[in-house]
């Protein structure tokens, strides 16, 4: 057993510091203050008179009274978006909307990076509940699968408490939907928007199938009978295993010139409909309630850019391949959430289900001088059909005994996700004497599929015990159980040339060339591509046991302390597996850890509505599926190769916080704080060589640390003695918040690293990695500025959005020649929103009317590697957007 243990006598000292005025204050015979989780709101109280004593209690002064009541409730650092600053940003997604929290950034539109930390270093909880993920490289739900429209609120607890699981190190993102309203509502929406660089321009295309619009295939994309028998057999599709004319039917019977022809047509505008409802009623048994809420969005991106890979030439770095990529994909998102509850004076009981499918059809083309080939011209073609889904759904008590001292709660929840991706494909281009593109040998057919479920449960109970009057100390146990399993496969086929090709067959079109009449066995013929860059399918599991006990007291007035102990027991096993029924090329990899995870934070009510917290606490990270995975997979973001290290091990984190918060208004605040994290062996990604291709794979940095300060403002100013109605009438506001931060990657003379090119042995880390560098995803300055108006006469609102990330590695440099390359940095920059919106009434009907647009500056995409040049990864231009939007209410 591994027990990890944390020295708070530094934390208890500082709070020894600040408990002492307390007390001093708390002694003053005429005043007793009255902590904010109790009477906060609450008016002073007038003391009755003691017969027997000579001394008097004068009055009760209430300390945060502007507190938010979330805030109020919460012992942690954190922050919290309600369902109002939803709709103020009018974000689509939950992604879109957490990059507005201080130091928070997103990643790829999806993934959540918490104070420079990666979305590894994060969990997100779905009402308490964990949830698996449909990305093949994460084991963290991407966040862009949730509409804001279903979600009533967002936590993002930034100190650790022993009631959450124990990966945490960013932080943990608490997804709340909506509940059923006291008063029946119906509400239905339609959008329309463009983008500059997408909307009626000419983009990349390929026929697909006739319900593609739907998001669903019609069967086109199924694989084929005869090749799903020779998948099931577990027998390579090569001649060893089938006859001539066996592989003949099985390439006949892959789809053609619809799956396979690119083609440019005019791009259409971006749509989507949302639908909500929901009811209460009363029973003998209590409040019955229901709510609903479904959405279809259809939306294009295009794409034109430049990929380039860099190598030494002397002391500086050369394009050796230059290409030009252009890109269009349809994103086709379904969602739907439907929640019963049953409430009545002691109980409370929710069954919520939430389904989301997103499907994304891309086609794209890349051209250009590449290294593989000496330099000459080659021309890539993909055509690519991926289908994410996640099912949910999770049944959730709470319960009260006592009079409400005592305290039960309990949830069980099943999710489920998959990835699918049939026909994914790529087709080859060289150029011939007469610079015409002619086909190339290599083209690739793929297959692929990934499952994933997660069973959970968990329990909690709680007693309240009375300190005093108005002081209470609260005692909670309880128990969680998470059972991941993932199941990942992919088939990789070729159409492989049997002899020579003429001039004119390499000259005509892809769907003339791969059509029945060539496929034979004397010209074209199907073969299955053994896993040559790993397994080709894998298995893994991830099974956590976890207990804990916390307590939650004010045992001197205005000071609240939260300590608590969390224990886990974890199982992680990724176990590769031959497609063929042969010994795998890795071995399966294990790892089993049992940890005591402390943590304590103390609240300090010192003034009117003013507060200090202080945080200290252990966590871990453990490696994520796909990073323990020797499989190979192309990323269609970045167009990169992954693969995984089977010798990682899990990351522990010290985590310690300190921040002051002042809400000297109602909705109106300023916070600061403080943050440092120690990471041993933290999980990097980098970049190796594999001859002239290049891989992104995962290794254990030695140590790390990252320490940073946050300021966040909140303020509302009002005019009403101004000349202009237009002034006068509103509510104008002002929020910003910027993130400082730092981090060190520590490597010394004797630290060593585990690659899978090094077959698990020890490999000296500077090679890998330089002394000094910053952590991976990590950026040294967050802002967000928001500047706005409410106008309640008018029903108006409108708001003006900045959002600024400094630059961040996305990777480290290859090791090249003894030498190692610059680390691979993404420039984020600054994108400017403005969001405007008015209810008005229309025919007797309520309506809202909203208009948002996105990036006016046209920020581009720029990730790059600079040493004497500027090696141009990945870069594009994303384009200004707009989007109307019409809401009825019924």
């Not at 321009?201 to 694989?223: A, H, Q």
């Not at 309880?478 to 492989?496: C, E, K, P």
């Not at 850890?593 to 871990?620: C, H, K, M, V």
């Not at 946050?710 to 100013?717: D, H």
Request: aromatic share 10%; glycine share 8%.
């Amino acid at each position: 057993m591994k027990t990890v243990t944390l020295t708070l006598s530094g934390v208890l000292l500082a709070t020894s510091a600040l408990i002492a005025p307390g007390l001093a204050y708390a002694q003053t015979p005429a005043v007793q203050a009255a902590p904010q989780t109790s009477v906060a709101q609450t008016p002073a109280v007038e003391a009755e008179p003691q017969a027997e004593e000579s001394s008097q209690l004068d009055e009760v002064v209430v300390l945060g009274r502007y507190i938010p009541e979330p805030n109020r409730e919460s012992a942690e650092v954190a922050a919290f978006l309600t369902s109002e600053d939803l709709q103020r940003t009018g974000d689509a997604s939950a992604a879109q909307a957490l990059t507005r929290v201080t130091g928070l950034t997103v990643v790829e539109g999806r993934f959540i990076y918490v104070r420079g930390l990666g979305e590894r270093y994060s969990s997100a909880l779905l009402n308490g509940s964990p949830l698996p993920s449909p990305e093949p490289l994460q084991r963290v739900v991407p966040l862009d699968l949730f509409p804001s429209n279903i979600l009533e609120s967002v936590t993002v607890q930034k100190t650790y408490s022993a009631d959450f699981p124990g990966e945490f190190g960013g932080g943990v993102i608490d997804l709340r939907t909506i509940d059923a309203p006291n008063d029946p509502f119906f509400t239905m929406s339609a959008s329309i928007g463009g983008n500059t660089e997408t909307t009626n321009e000419e983009g990349l295309i390929y026929y697909g199938s006739r319900t593609d619009f739907t998001g669903f295939d019609d069967g086109t994309r199924d694989v084929p009978g005869p090749i799903a028998l020779a998948f099931g057999a577990g027998k390579q599709i090569n001649r060893a295993n089938f006859t001539t004319a066996e592989l003949q039917a099985m390439g006949h019977a892959l789809v053609n010139a619809p799956l396979r022809l690119l083609q440019r047509e005019t791009t259409p505008v971006n749509f989507g409909f949302d639908f909500a409802g929901g009811l209460s009623s009363e029973s003998s048994i209590g409040t019955l309630g229901l709510i609903a809420v479904a959405g279809y969005g259809n939306s294009w991106t295009s794409r034109q850019g430049f990929q380039q890979e860099g190598q030494f030439s002397g002391d500086i770095l050369v394009p050796v391949t230059n290409k030009a990529f252009e890109s269009t994909q349809n994103d086709v998102q379904l969602n739907f959430l439907g929640g019963l509850s049953l409430t009545n004076e002691n109980n409370e009981l929710k069954w919520t289900n939430f389904y989301v499918r997103n499907t994304t059809k891309e086609a794209r083309s890349s051209v250009g001088p590449d290294l593989s080939v000496g330099g000459g011209v080659l021309r890539d073609d993909y055509t690519e059909w991926f289908v994410r889904q996640l099912f949910s759904s999770q049944l959730a008590g709470e319960h009260e005994f006592l009079d409400g001292a005592l305290e039960f709660d309990w949830r069980a929840a099943y999710a489920k996700t998959s990835r699918d991706a049939p026909y994914e494909s790529r087709f080859q281009y060289g150029v011939n004497g007469a610079g015409a593109f002619i086909h190339n040998p290599s083209n690739q057919i793929s297959f692929s599929e990934l499952d994933e479920d997660v069973i959970s449960g968990g329990a909690d109970v709680s007693y309240t015990l009375p300190l005093s009057d108005l002081r209470e100390a609260v005692f909670t146990a309880g128990v969680a159980y998470t059972d991941s399993s993932r199941d990942a496969t992919r088939y990789d086929l070729q159409l492989a040339a049997v002899s020579s090709l003429t001039d004119e067959q390499r000259e005509s079109r892809i769907d003339y060339l791969f059509s029945d009449f060539n496929i034979n066995p004397t010209t074209i013929e199907l073969r299955q591509i053994a896993g040559t860059n790993g397994a080709g399918a894998y298995e893994a599991e991830l099974q956590v046991n976890a207990a804990y006990v916390q307590v939650d007291a004010e045992i001197i007035p205005l000071v609240r302390t939260t300590a608590g102990v969390r224990f886990e027991d974890g199982q992680l096993s990724v176990t590769p597996r031959d497609l063929f029924g042969g010994a795998p090329s890795f071995a399966a990899t294990s790892i089993e850890e049992q940890y005591y995870l402390p943590s304590f934070t103390a609240t300090w009510n010192f003034a009117e509505d003013q507060q200090l917290r202080i945080g200290a606490s252990q966590t871990i990270g453990r490696p994520q599926f796909r990073e323990l995975a020797p499989q190979s997979y192309i990323d269609p973001e970045s167009d990169r190769e992954f693969t995984g290290n089977p010798y990682l091990v899990d990351t522990e984190i010290l985590n310690l916080d300190a921040r002051y918060e002042w809400f000297f208004a109602r909705q109106q605040f300023l916070t600061a704080g403080v943050f440092y994290k120690d990471l041993e062996k933290p999980v990097e990604s980098i970049v190796v060589l594999s001859g002239d291709q290049r891989q992104q794979s995962f290794l254990n940095a030695p140590q790390a640390t990252i320490y940073g300060a946050e300021i966040e403002a909140k303020k509302f100013f009002e005019f009403p003695d101004a000349g202009m109605s237009f002034i006068a009438n509103k509510r104008w506001l002002v929020q910003a918040n910027y993130t400082w931060s730092k981090s060190e990657v520590n490597v010394e003379a004797g630290d060593f690293v585990r690659t899978p090119g090094g077959g698990g042995a020890d490999e000296d880390a500077t090679f890998f990695i330089e002394d000094g560098s910053r952590l991976q995803g990590q950026s040294e300055h967050v802002a967000n500025l928001q500047l706005g108006w409410e106008d309640d006469t008018a029903r108006s609102q409108a708001t003006i959005i900045v959002n600024y990330v400094s630059e961040r590695i996305t990777a480290r440099g290859a090791g090249n020649a003894g030498a190692r390359e610059p680390d691979y940095i993404q420039d984020p920059g600054v994108f400017l929103d403005f969001v405007y919106r008015k209810d008005f009434e229309y025919g007797g009907r309520d309506l809202g009317f909203a208009l948002e647009l996105r990036n006016l500056l046209g920020t581009d995409f720029d990730e790059y590697q600079e040493l004497g040049n500027k090696i141009l990864i990945n870069n594009y231009e994303l384009g200004s957007s707009a989007s109307v939007s019409l809401t009825a209410r019924f």
